[in-house]
């Protein structure tokens, strides 16, 4: 059975920037979140844990920019939970 029509997205760049918000956005969200864990608990147990928890983590912030109704509003969480994540673990870092 086809979809909807009226719940599918009609414009080509509304739909490349869903994809790239999720592919991209969720990496980016996922990466900093590990870099952040590393500045509390030993870098091995991350790295170890990592492969589990950042494809689930991943997957699911995919699916959630499908999901959500209004792309802009994904691309500023995941820009804002990015930048909250990676700021700590960049002002840790030795200059």
Do not use: C, D
Not at 73 to 94: D, I
């Amino acid at each position: 059975m086809p979809a909807n029509k009226k719940y599918l997205t009609t414009s080509p760049w509304l739909r490349f920037s869903k994809i790239m918000a999720g592919a991209a956005g969720g990496y980016a969200v996922m990466l900093s979140l590990h870099l952040l864990l590393t500045t509390v608990f030993p870098r091995e147990n991350v790295l170890a844990t990592a492969f589990f928890t950042g494809y689930i983590l991943w997957a699911f912030l995919l699916l959630w920019a499908f999901v959500a109704r209004n792309v802009w509003h994904v691309w500023l969480t995941y820009l804002g939970l990015t930048l909250l994540f990676a700021v700590p673990y960049l002002l840790m870092q030795p200059a």
